[in-house]
Structure formats: structure tokens, C-alpha cells
């Protein structure tokens, strides 16, 4: 399987219980993106990494959010604490390396994504 | 920093009938605009992209966009849809001069009837 790989693909998790989420980019692909979706919007950003690097955050990536690529191979995305309102979608994607801004460095590959549910 | 807006949040069409799906988006420099498409059940897809070639851009199922700069437009369009095309379509722009994130509109669910 060459695509991106996201794991688990459901969670079910009582309010206060941390989760964390496994991505698996494509191999070549050393830029990785966390995005999230919830019922009725386009993905938002949360984080990016080059390589094991983490580049940006977005704001919407609060503290309880932490998220690492320890190798600059999979990327792990841990949620503490949760709560109802991270209920959603957490959409991995990854792209090729390159100058960024320019040709395949943008096109950006999504897994399907791991379904976050908080009760 | 650029956003995406998609005016029609819910289309539905018959089959063989025209599309065209509205998008524009806010940024003052030059950007990469992209369609996705997620089928029922499936992981976003990328329809088709457009990076400062020919502003007609064709892509995957008959697809196309057309980027207008003056207007900051990028609709996607399809002369004769199929049910098969019944799925959620995505916009996105990236500046192409820097920043890593790419920004998504709302979608719009397009519905195919037979």
C-alpha cells in the first residue's frame, strides 16, 4: 500500500481520557500535515512537519494538543484531556519534498483519516 | 492569510445535466489552487490542481476549473454529470511564496439523481 495510512480509524473515549493518533505518510513524501474535520466543514489546519521537524502550529492546536514525528517517518497526534469538543475528524496528509511553493511540493495526499468520538 | 469560500453548500442535479460549483478565495499573491473530491465513504481525493500554467485546468472524470485572478475565481465545472459524481467537493489555495498550510472551503455536497 503506497498511500497514507492512518490508524485507529475509529475512537470512542470518555471526556478526560487522553487519545493518540498514528499517521504513516508516503514513504518518499517528507512533509506531513495533521488537518481537522468535523460535520459540515472543510479540513482546518493543526500542524506540519519537514522532516522530524515541526514547522507550524496553528492556534487551533491548543496545549492539550501535542503532535511529533520523532524519526521524520510516522507522526504521532495526541490529544489530552479531551473533551466533547474535539470530537471529530483527524485527517493526515503528506507530500512530496522540493521547493516549497512550487509543483508537486504542494499536492498534498490524505489517509482516511481517524474518527474521534468523546462521550 | 487566505481563506475559501464556497457559495453552494448543497447542489443537486440529474444526470447529464451541467455543473459548475462556485469558489473564491482572499489572497493578495500568487497561489496554487486545488479541487478535492470525497466520495461516500471515501479519504479526500485530489480532482485537480492549477500552479501558474494554463488557467484552464482538466482533471480527473471529465473535471475542470477555470482560475480567473481578477475575479480570485476557480470554478469547477462538468459538462454532463454522472450519479457517480455524487460526492462532496473541496477548494484550496496555498500561497506560493511561503506558508505551509493549505486552507480548505466549506464544500459543497453535490447529489446526482438518476
Known sequence: DTGVSQDPRHKITKRGQNVTFRCDPISEHNRLYWY???????????TYFQNEAQLEKSRLLSDRFSAERPKGSFSTLEIQRTEQGDSAMYLCASSLPGVHGVGGANVLTFGAGSRLTVL | AQSVSQHNHHVILSEAASL??????SYGGTVNLFWYVQYPGQHLQLLLKYFSEDPLVKGIKGFEAEFIKSKFSFNLRKPSVQWSDTAEYFCAVIPTGGG???????????????
Do not use: I, S, W
Open chain 2, 100 to 114: 505551509n498550510k493549505l486552507t480548505f472551503g466549506t464544500g459543497t455536497q453535490l447529489k446526482v439523481e438518476l
Open chain 1, 36 to 46: 481537522r474535520q468535523t460535520l459540515g466543514q472543510g479540513p482546518e489546519f493543526l
Open chain 2, 20 to 25: 459548475e460549483l462556485g469558489c473564491n478565495y
